[in-house]
């Protein structure tokens, strides 16, 4: 199942969800406001999941303008990625580091996950699309799955009110009532990999297209790449592609998300571990964006 959130604006502003069940098992699904909008998506061996705090109000559409969002100065409008993509990786290594236990660590990614969103929300970021929990984690300890899965449950409950097959009943009946509750809204698509694996988004994107060649729909000659990307779970949100993805804690590694949709994005590896990463952390990712010529395989202007 997958899910796409999309926000109108913070202070005020509106989110939007989409989600669409594609197959029995995972799930993407975004972060909320007060007033989030949801919509089907498709879904593969992946789940999301995201969470804005209490304080980001939603308006309407209508009420945004460019003018309303206003950028540091090393920043250029014009130069601003659309979509990012977040691996949020440290947050067992910076609790370890300070000797406290897991749980706090996630708790402070958590706090730093809802400023990056409200830091996006206000920057004019389009879509965020945020790596929490991959299908490969569920061979972690079952203590710490349990806890995750718990913190996912709160940060929902807290978000939507009270929103994959192996995501807890309580999980998927909370992802229920935020596709429900943020049906109507727009503006920033929120997503969050839950249960994710790239390989196997691809993978289930192409069962359903030879579905389609076998029942006749369409011509083996038919396949491309836009009719892959159709399938993928990215396809709820109007930038599918990030055109930047931060992974943090200093490791160089795709590990296994959103293989197809990165085959152009722009890197960036921080040290910082996800907890410590703030707005000047945020700020130099976007201004090391900024300065990059992107050829999407061309020459040189």
Known sequence: MAFSLQLQQIFPSPIKFCSQPKS?????????????SIHPLA??????????????IVTDKSSINEEEVS???ELRRELMPKHIAVIMDGNRRWAKKRGLPVAL????????LRNFVKLSYNWGISALTLFAFSSENWFRPKAEVD???????KVLKDEVGNLASKLPKSLQDLIDKAVKTT?????????VAVNYSGQYDVVQACQTIAQKVKDGNIEPKDINSFLVEQEL??????????????????ELRLSNFLLWQLAYTELFFSHSQWPDFGEAEFLEALSSFQQRQRRYGGQSS
Not at 43 to 56: E, L, R, V
Not at 183 to 188: G, H, P, T
């Open 183 to 191: 049906k109507a809204n727009s503006r920033l698509h929120l997503l």
């Open 105 to 112: 660590g996630y708790a402070a990614g958590i706090r730093a």
């Open 233 to 250: 779970q990215t396809k709820c949100t109007e930038f599918p592609s990030p055109d930047l993805l931060i992974r943090t804690s200093g």
């Open 71 to 73: 950028l540091p100065p």
């Open 147 to 153: 806890l995750l899965m718990g913190l996912f449950d």
């Open 24 to 36: 029995p098992n995972p799930q993407i699904f975004p972060n909320l406001t007060k007033r989030l």
């Open 43 to 56: 879904s593969a061996q992946n789940n999301a999941t995201s969470n804005i705090d209490h304080n980001y």
